[in-house]
């Protein structure tokens, strides 16, 4: 069974540039989460989506933006970067009804550089 | 509402000697518990999880952990350390039954094993 899939493995950006993340989640998992992880502010919340909505949103700005296809794979849009969004962003999938434990599944993340 | 409090962010054993990890949460509804590990520029890996089953909880490569209800820990132990166990830990909690965007990650604690 494939894990999920995050592409590009690493990119470099110029602020002000945009930038779009891909995720493919696990076969049969309908959830997709996406977060971004910097040293200074550990592991944040981006957003989930399930069912080509989002479902969950963190705390971050309008920049930041996701969807989600039909066939669950997702992406996440980041426009006008700025230096502070030079980070790994990891995507991870669950099952996401209403019975599952919780459980996440992590792609291996993109790491981004904006130069 | 619900969080996640892991004590230490820093802790170096040496090779050989056991390792502890603590971790203390809070949560409305009965808690789903997991622990993951973070290799250097890699995912998140699953180590174990408890889900209102058995309290003492054995996961991958020799790690355990027991939930105490009545500490609200779910602290993280090895009886062994390898050098392959140095990385990031998190400690993450999501309440039953709600969705993976639910879910709460601790800080991180940083495992250093020395020869």
């Known amino acids: 069974k494939a894990g999920v899939t995050q592409t590009p493995r690493y990119l470099i950006k110029t602020r002000g540039q945009q930038v779009t993340l891909s995720c493919s989640p696990i076969?049969?998992?309908?959830?997709v989460s996406w977060y971004q992880q910097t040293p200074g502010q550990g592991l944040q919340f981006l957003f989930e989506?399930?069912?080509?909505?989002?479902?969950n949103k963190g705390n971050f700005p309008g920049r930041f933006s996701g969807r989600q296809f039909s066939n669950s794979r997702s992406e996440m849009n980041v426009s006008t970067l700025e230096l502070g969004d030079s980070a790994l962003y990891l995507c991870a999938s669950s099952f996401g009804g209403r019975a599952n434990s919780g459980e996440l599944f992590f792609g291996e993340g993109s790491r981004l550089t904006v130069l | 509402a619900q969080s996640v409090t892991q004590l230490d962010s820093h802790v170096s054993v040496s090779e050989g000697t056991p390792v502890l990890l603590r971790c203390n949460y809070s949560?409305?509804?009965?808690?789903?518990l997991f622990w993951y590990v973070q290799h250097p520029n890699k995912g998140l890996q699953l180590l174990l999880k408890y889900t209102s089953a058995a309290t003492l909880v054995k996961g991958i490569n020799g790690f355990e952990a027991e939930f105490k209800k009545s500490e609200t820990s779910f602290h993280l132990t090895k009886p062994s350390a390898h050098m392959s166990d140095a990385a990031e830990y998190f400690c993450?909690?999501?309440?039953?039954?709600?969705?993976?965007?639910?879910?709460?990650f601790g800080d991180g604690t940083t495992l250093t094993v020395k020869p």
């Open positions: 949560s409305s509804y009965s808690p789903s």
């Open positions: 993450v909690v999501i309440m039953i039954n709600t969705n993976a965007g639910k879910s709460t």
């Open positions: 076969s049969g998992h309908r959830s």
């Open positions: 989506y399930f069912s080509e909505t989002q479902r």
